[in-house]
């Protein structure tokens, strides 16, 4: 929680990042005085940067948004103990499935709680676990040898970590099971592609001038070197690099995998017109309204009473942006029920429901997009 509503309310409502650093031996990198960022990473051997998302119902685009641009590896679902799941918890173990992220069960407030409540919150957690859509196999993580048995079949199964906060039980297991996941996305296998890199949030500081902070997807850039930031107006804003952070500490590069902050030499009136979902880029590219997708509409998403047809009004999540977009056509594959219809209910007359599947081209609403190797690699799905 970062915001003072948040701390009053006990409710996450932003997304917040947290770093953990481990040395060499597994064990949690501690800092005298204030656990800054840049003091965990210059001590720490691994690090591992944790994503804080929203639980309330209230704030789920918010949720929704995290995961998908936050480059996700795992999702840890916390649950409470002492209280059988909530709907919104359902909801997120379906999500973070469909969008193909393993997930990790955290018992919180284990301390105190009744072994019969634990015991029947355990069995509501398989019977979620087990049901269609998701069908993961529940494994408990008891001790340091069970980490190695689940580290590597985590598409397969969820493990469940009981935790006190109190007492601290848990907790240690807990940190060198995190510590011990393998890395799910190969970005260094990008490195030797142009640059691209992901604007998820501006600043304008004093003195300084324009910062972003996001992902670098592909490439590598050094300090001084020239780039193009947009689209603005179906074009690219011509700049140079003139700093590069990671974790508040400064590099002279930024490679593919790095999630970093760079400040860019732009005029008053270019200062203006930067915002997030914009991207970075070596060279310039075209940009494009439209996209075209193959959709499994979820079951038991929110929209079980909703039809989606034909100019149809959404937002569109792809990565780090978020934009609405209007169904410009829908071919209809796969009926609610599991039926082929491939060549039938085209355009005005296809109706999608939950359990179907479409092919749709949506067109952006706002403002046009890049559509270079960048939007390629979105709409592929290769993240």
């Known amino acids: 929680m970062i915001h003072q509503h948040e701390i009053k309310s006990g409710r996450t409502s932003t997304i917040a990042s947290h770093l953990l650093g481990f040395d060499d ?167 030797g592609r142009a640059f691209e890199y992901l604007v998820q949030d501006v600043f304008h500081l004093t003195g300084v001038g324009t910062v972003v902070s996001g992902f670098v997807n592909a490439g590598r850039v050094m300090v001084g070197h020239k780039v193009f930031i947009g689209p603005v107006n179906g074009s690219f804003i011509a700049t140079h690099v003139k700093s590069a952070h990671i974790a508040r500490t400064q590099v002279n590069s930024v490679v593919s995998g790095n999630s970093a902050c760079l400040a860019f030499a732009l005029s008053k009136d270019e200062r203006k017109m930067i915002r997030t979902g914009m991207v970075v880029l070596e060279h310039p590219a075209e940009t494009s309204s439209f996209f075209e997708a193959d959709m499994l509409i979820l079951k038991g998403s929110g929209v079980d009473g909703t039809t989606i047809r034909k100019n149809y009004v959404t ?9 609405c977009a209007r169904v410009e056509n829908v071919e209809l594959l796969e009926d609610a029920k599991g039926y082929s219809t491939r060549g039938d209910g085209f355009g005005e007359s296809a109706i999608i429901r939950p359990g179907s599947r479409a092919k749709m081209i949506f067109r952006f609403m706002m403002r046009k997009v890049s559509s270079s190797e960048y939007f390629c690699i979105l709409s592929r799905g290769d993240r």
């Open 25 to 191: 031996s597994l064990n949690p990198v501690t800092t005298v005085g204030t656990k800054t960022d840049a003091a965990v990473a210059a001590k720490a051997h691994t690090l591992v940067t944790l994503v804080d998302l929203a639980g309330h119902d209230k704030y789920l685009k918010t949720t929704v948004h995290g995961m998908s641009s936050g480059m996700i590896d795992y999702a840890l679902v916390l649950v409470n103990s002492r209280q059988p799941p909530t709907h919104m918890t359902r909801h997120h173990i379906g999500l973070a499935v469909a969008c193909n992220i393993p997930i990790v069960i955290v018992l919180t407030k284990t301390d105190g709680c009744p072994d019969r409540v634990m015991k029947s919150t355990k069995d509501e957690i398989k019977k979620i676990l087990h049901s269609p859509g998701i069908k993961k196999k529940p494994y408990q993580i008891k001790k340091e040898f069970d980490i190695t048995i689940v580290r590597d079949k985590l598409h397969a199964i969820a493990p469940i970590l009981p935790v006190s906060c109190v007492t601290g039980q848990g907790l240690d297991l807990l940190n060198t099971f995190v510590c011990s996941l393998p890395k799910r996305r190969r970005h260094q296998q990008k490195v």
């Open 315 to 323: 937002m569109v999540h792809i990565l780090h942006m978020k934009q």
